[in-house]
């Protein structure tokens, strides 16, 4: 019972940092921000790890909704498919797998206080220092902004202008996908190894 | 009603970025570390955007992140892979424990 309360102030608490540390009239821009920042600071907090991850879920689905906002339709579809299709299932894989029932590493313990008074003094220095900079900077920003579909823009450019990178991606990808294989087969063979 | 700003948009990049450098920082986990690092990519995405619609107008910014988000996918992928042969290696996956690469 006691938890449980502790639990719920402390989302409460989460939900009122965030509304008072973001900033910007527009109401779904806001309700955006505030489900954003809440879920990062669940990221950051949760002593435990799978709740931290489904935190991480709330965070990148405010990212989507921005996406929206700011009228890239195929990077929206990128971040739902992408990041909360493919990475946070691993990452659930990676943390079911790495746990072990009733042990320190599924609790994820944080380091000592010391610690995280001065990284926390850090960080929040680098943030007020962005938001300065950010204040102070005049951008030239245009002052027509139509909305419609980038896909055939994004394809377009991706064969034409920017093929280059797009190849080496396909390079890249293919070199995470072997070099995943054989970190993880090298530890199967040991271990069929050990067993027979 | 009014439009959201293009500060704004970097306001809440600014936030993101730090708190996935606290993370990164202060969390001993490490796939707690890799959730950090998805959240600076992502604070990263939201200002490429976010100068893509505003000033820009160009789509170049939405390619950047399209590549951004293909990057994050493989490095999240290796750094889980990695993740479970330390944790089969140690038993078990606290940051400050693993130091060595070879046991």
Redesign the interface.
């Known amino acids: 019972m006691k938890n449980k309360l502790i639990a719920g102030l402390s989302v409460l608490a989460a939900i009122v940092a965030s509304s008072l540390l973001t900033t910007g009239e527009h109401p779904f821009f806001r309700a955006a921000a505030v489900a954003t920042v809440t879920g990062a600071f669940g990221v950051i907090l949760l002593p435990n790890i799978v709740r931290a991850a489904l935190c991480l879920m709330l965070t990148f689905f405010g990212v989507a909704i921005f996406y929206v906002m700011l009228g890239a339709d195929l990077l929206a579809a990128f971040q739902v498919l992408v990041y909360i299709g493919g990475i946070l299932v691993m990452i659930l894989f990676a943390v079911m797998f790495t746990q072990r029932r009733g042990e320190q590493s599924y609790l994820n313990p944080s380091k000592g206080p010391l610690t995280l008074i001065g990284s926390a003094a850090l960080c929040g220095g680098l943030y007020f220092i962005l938001r300065r900079i950010i204040a102070t900077t005049s951008f030239p920003v245009r002052p027509e902004r139509p909305i419609g579909s980038t896909v055939q823009a994004i394809g377009d450019h991706i064969v034409t202008s920017h093929v280059i990178p797009f190849e080496v991606i396909a390079v890249l990808l293919l070199m995470t996908l072997v070099g995943t294989v054989v970190l993880i087969k090298k530890e199967i063979n040991a271990e069929e190894d050990a067993l027979s | ?12 990049a ?10 990164i ?5 490490t ?2 570390v ?3 690092v ?2 600076i990519l ?1 604070a990263a ?2 200002n490429f ?2 100068f ?4 820009t ?1 160009h ?2 910014g ?2 950047f ?3 951004v ?6 490095e ?3 750094g ?6 330390v ?2 290696n140690f038993r ?3 940051i ?1 424990s693993v130091s060595t690469l070879r046991n």
């Open positions: 009603m009014n439009e959201a700003l293009l500060t704004d948009y970097l306001n809440l600014a936030l993101l970025f730090c708190m996935g450098l606290f993370a920082i202060s969390r001993r986990n796939v707690a890799l959730m950090g998805e959240l992502n995405n939201i955007i976010a893509s619609h505003y000033v107008g789509v170049d939405h390619i992140a399209a590549f988000i293909m990057l994050a996918a493989a999240a992928a290796v889980l892979a990695i993740v479970l042969v944790y089969r078990n996956i606290n400050d």
